[in-house]
């Protein structure tokens, strides 16, 4: 490699570093193993021009090592424990539980009802309300969930799709009233509707008005929440589906261009919105392929954002990324091996870069987490971070001739997927055509047959079985909050402004007959006016439709 090219790129990034360190400095000076060994910054092989062109540096595109310089040894990852159900009351307190044990970042969980759009006391909500996650109705139910949480000092991630739009106003509400400019709001929602309709479930509208609410979002926040992620593009869901690790990525990263593309026929410049784009993946446990494909993710981005989209703002190019371990990887059999289970996978989301991460709980093949399960869970992440000594230094895997060519292998598998999806028509169309799924379902049949066959092992499954099982203490949903929570939107329906309440659904209905209106501040009205969650949605179900799938 030229010299004077492999200076500069070193420059850039040593560069970089005194740029991170002024703002946040190094967490320990210096860094040293249990034998006193100083860990350096990088560990990197200079002037080897392919491995200059593929890895690079952190902080430094294409990304492959990182996104940022000093990575974990400035700041570690949010560690941000996904949680609700019940009432909101009982998830709040779950919250400030979570917050008090080091949790440094919220997740919310929503019930059904909620993600898909009905008030609790609507008959679709029967026997539903509070069982998955929270149960939110109005601007009340969102009040008492954030009760006594700063959200100018905590960040909060919202698992909310179809509705995201009526959810993310509620959460812009509660900071106003607790007097947090909506310019120092921190968080995420997921608002990714391309993998409800792939591998989910929990969609409303069809795909056109869905992209319309989405590209105001980020039309919105740009202007107005400058600090929030309008979107979180999820292949967790896709992997919990069945997919395989190429699959995930590949079809996650295509529902990232179907959003960048809604975004640009929509009028906006593509580094005002794509500096707040994020991801969200799945960690399984085939432990080095999975920190391969958080690399290849990243490498694969970057080059589709500054080649592809021409996108001139680095930050445009760096793909963000939260974690959550393996959901369907975990067992009902023998619950406590599933604690290593997720151990395995929380170490390759870490040693992938994850800027978040969630770790799943023991039980959860059971039941929603006890309050033990989710505290040693939190656990997990925090022994990692602070005894393992894998923070310490960026990229530990890097160059490990295994790892390489595993990411440049998945790189290459993806980018196969990738050109046929364009061939379609890109990924909405192929949506539309059940490509995604039907290639979805073919991987998860092939993977339950291969464990029936016992192909494939799993511990306590399918071998090494136990005659007689333990059960576990389980968390239970009590069966009286549903009635609880009827009587509380009851209760806040006799309350407001009926009027008012009247008057701005009214509007909203208007305004969503014309494609050319932003919806994002007649929702927020609407809210603010107590309007609930069921009665926004329904406005907008008479005016966009409702998607009934393939």
Excluded at 32 to 54: A, M
Excluded at 103 to 129: H, K, N, R
Excluded at 197 to 221: D, H, Q, V, W
Aim: glycine residues 6%; aromatic residues 8%.
């Amino acid at each position: 490699m030229n010299d004077d090219k492999f200076q500069s790129k070193k420059e850039n990034w040593e560069a970089s570093v005194k740029k991170t360190l002024e703002r946040f400095p190094e967490r320990k000076n210096p860094f040293t193993t249990s034998s006193d060994i100083e860990v350096d910054r990088l560990y990197h092989s200079e002037k080897d021009e392919e491995y200059e062109e593929k890895l690079g540096y952190p902080g430094v595109y294409p990304y492959t090592r990182g996104i940022q310089p000093t990575m974990y040894r400035s700041r570690l990852w949010t560690m941000r424990q996904y949680a609700g159900f019940g009432s909101a009351a009982e998830t709040n307190k779950r919250f400030r539980y979570l917050l008090e044990q080091g949790q440094t970042g919220l997740s919310v969980a929503f019930d059904l009802p909620t993600q898909i759009g009905y008030d609790s006391d609507d008959v679709m909500a029967e026997g539903e309300v509070g069982k998955v996650g929270v149960a939110i109705d109005s601007l009340h139910d969102m009040e008492q969930l954030l009760d006594k949480i700063p959200l100018d000092k905590v960040s909060t991630s919202m698992t909310i799709n179809a509705p995201a739009s009526v959810l993310l106003c509620m959460y812009l509400a509660v900071g106003e009233k607790q007097g947090v400019p909506l310019e120092k709001l921190t968080g995420t929602i997921q608002n990714d509707i391309l993998k409800e309709y792939i591998a989910r479930g929990t969609y409303i509208f069809p795909p056109k008005p869905s992209m319309r609410l989405i590209t105001n979002i980020f039309e919105y926040c740009r202007e107005n929440v400058p600090k929030f992620n309008t979107i979180s593009i999820s292949g967790y869901h896709i992997r919990e589906a069945g997919s395989t690790a190429v699959q995930e990525v590949a079809f996650t990263l295509a529902d990232g261009m179907a959003y960048v593309d809604a975004a640009l026929e929509a009028g906006l410049d593509i580094d005002a919105f794509a500096p707040r784009l994020a991801f969200f993946f799945n960690a399984h446990n085939n432990f080095l392929e999975e920190v391969a494909k958080f690399r290849a993710a990243r490498r694969i981005w970057a080059k589709v954002m500054k080649e592809h989209y021409q996108a001139q703002n680095p930050k445009s190019w760096k793909l963000r990324f939260h974690t959550q371990t393996g959901g369907s990887t975990l067992t009902a059999q023998q619950p406590d091996n599933n604690v290593v289970r997720v151990t395995v996978q929380a170490l390759a989301a870490v040693l992938g870069g994850t800027q978040s991460l969630h770790t799943n709980s023991r039980d959860e093949a059971l039941s929603l987490p006890t309050e033990e399960s989710a505290r040693i869970a939190l656990r997990t992440q925090q022994i990692i971070a602070n005894e393992s000594g894998v923070a310490d230094t960026a990229d530990p895997l890097g160059g490990s001739y295994y790892i390489e060519s595993l990411t440049d292998e998945i790189e290459t598998r993806v980018n196969k997927y990738l050109d046929q999806i364009n061939e379609i028509g890109g990924a909405v169309k192929a949506v539309e055509e059940g490509y995604m799924q039907r290639e979805i379902q073919r991987t998860a049949y092939e993977t339950q047959k291969n464990i029936e066959n016992e192909e494939e092992i799993i511990v306590g499954l399918n071998q090494y079985k136990l005659n007689e099982e333990v059960n576990p203490d389980l968390l239970k949903v009590d069966e009286a909050l549903e009635a609880e929570q009827i009587t509380l939107l009851e209760t806040a329906r006799k309350e407001r402004n009926q009027h008012a309440v009247d008057n701005a659904l009214a509007a909203l209905r208007e305004h969503a007959q014309d494609s050319n209106v932003n919806l994002i501040p007649h929702i927020l009205h609407a809210v603010k006016v107590y309007a609930t969650v069921g009665e926004i949605c329904n406005v907008l179900r008479e005016e966009f439709g409702e998607y009934t799938g393939m």
